[in-house]
């Protein structure tokens, strides 16, 4: 039987992995028979964990554990969360160890709402092969190669696009119009998936999310915009395939025009800036960095979250509120030479914060309309965060 010292120990490993947002280091501490069971999950595998649960800690800013209680190779936790959105709950979870590993997780929190049933570890196997094939398919459509985009798509498949004939019925219209879509840019196709969500159950697996598009055309100009994304995918007997996909984007209804500008979560300001005669609608601040890896998990520390969207190779992106974001591409020949400011409402909370991810903030310097905290990230770029004083 496991020493009660050694129990709490491999716990805090448990969630210290978690926490520090590492797969490799949460892996290898599971059993091979490991299981998961929460009001939303019914003895989840290992697998599907990692495709539903393990993406919740991209929205945590601390994971405190409040008390630990053993009995032989099980344990008893109490923990405390905070999240990105400012809130706090707790849990408590029984975990129980095997061989020295992880075997299975208990969550209390009480029952899901209304309408939120229990997941098997089938239907989310399911989502995560259908998710797999989404990303490679939007990855081949950056790289504009037409066959590997099509390679799940039914030969019978219904399509809704945003152009005429606005319905396609068959994988060659739409292989034709792909093409013709890819030869219309002048370089790589930029995608940005937001809120993907991909379902299944049984044979059937359904996805949405808002996707942008950019990039220049041969035209001679370029284009931005987002649009409203949904598919479905039919299991078959070479696996899942494509049959239905619908591209839309909203109408104004005071023109009866599209509303190519529209934008996620949208704010007044943007709709005000944009009446007042200009059509700037984000602006990006930009650093470069030698080793994307490194500055990614620094910069994801930063602002509390991984990157919203990595467009293409050596580039990723923080998107805040709508309006504005950070740029962040692997350029070890101009690493080390910007600087970002971040406006922030409470300077005090945000060195707390920051001192205890490790970041190494400097002290608060007060001034006579805005105070500052400086820190640098690995390459040396200074980044500023600021309060302005009341008005």
């Not at 099509?150 to 119009?177: C, G, N, W, Y």
């Not at 974001?325 to 060195?351: C, K, N, P, W, Y």
Request: hydrophobic share 40%; with cysteine.
């Amino acid at each position: 039987m496991a020493e009660a010292s050694t129990i709490q120990e491999k716990v805090r490993a448990v969630f210290d992995a978690y926490l520090a947002r590492d797969p490799d280091a949460f892996l290898a501490q599971l059993h091979p028979g490991f299981s998961f069971t929460s009001p939303y999950d019914n003895a989840i595998d290992r697998d599907a964990f990692m495709e539903r649960c393990w993406p919740g800690n991209h929205s945590l800013t601390a994971h405190e554990l409040k008390h630990v209680s053993t009995d032989g190779e099980t344990a008893f936790v109490l923990y405390e969360l905070g999240t990105t959105a400012g809130e706090t709950y707790r849990n408590v979870e029984r975990l129980t160890f095997r061989d020295g590993l992880l075997y299975h997780v208990e969550v209390y929190f009480g029952d899901p709402p209304a309408g939120h049933g229990r997941w098997k570890s089938n239907d989310i196997r399911a989502a995560a092969m259908v998710r797999k094939l989404i990303e490679d398919r939007y990855q081949a459509i950056r790289l504009k190669d037409t066959e590997t985009a099509m390679a799940q798509v039914i030969e019978d498949i219904v399509m809704f696009d945003v152009v005429e004939p606005l319905r396609h019925t068959s994988a060659k219209a739409v292989r034709q119009r792909e093409q013709e879509w890819f030869d219309g840019f002048d370089g790589p196709v930029s995608v940005e998936l937001k809120d993907l969500v991909v379902s299944a159950d049984g044979d059937t697996a359904f996805a949405h999310s808002l996707n942008r598009y950019s990039g220049d055309l041969k035209s001679g100009s370029s284009t931005d915009m987002w649009v409203r994304h949904t598919s479905c995918y039919r299991l078959r007997e070479h696996g899942w395939q494509l049959v239905h996909e619908h591209l839309s984007v909203p109408f104004d209804p005071q023109t009866g025009k599209w509303s190519l500008d529209a934008q996620p979560s949208e704010s007044e300001a943007k709709h005000a800036a944009a009446n007042a005669g200009t059509s700037i609608q984000q602006i990006y601040g930009q650093l470069n960095c030698a080793d994307l890896s490194v500055s990614e998990a620094w910069f994801g520390k930063l602002f509390g979250r991984v990157p919203d969207a990595k467009p293409m190779a050596g580039l990723a992106e923080w998107h805040h509120r709508g309006a504005g974001g950070l740029q962040l591409f692997e350029s070890r020949e101009h690493a080390g030479h910007g600087t970002l400011t971040i406006i922030v409402s409470d300077l005090q909370a945000e060195h707390e914060r920051l001192r205890l991810a490790g970041l190494a903030p400097s002290s608060i310097e007060p001034a006579t309309s805005t105070s500052l905290v400086r820190m640098k990230d690995p390459d040396g770029n200074l980044i500023v965060l600021a309060q302005p004083g009341e008005a």
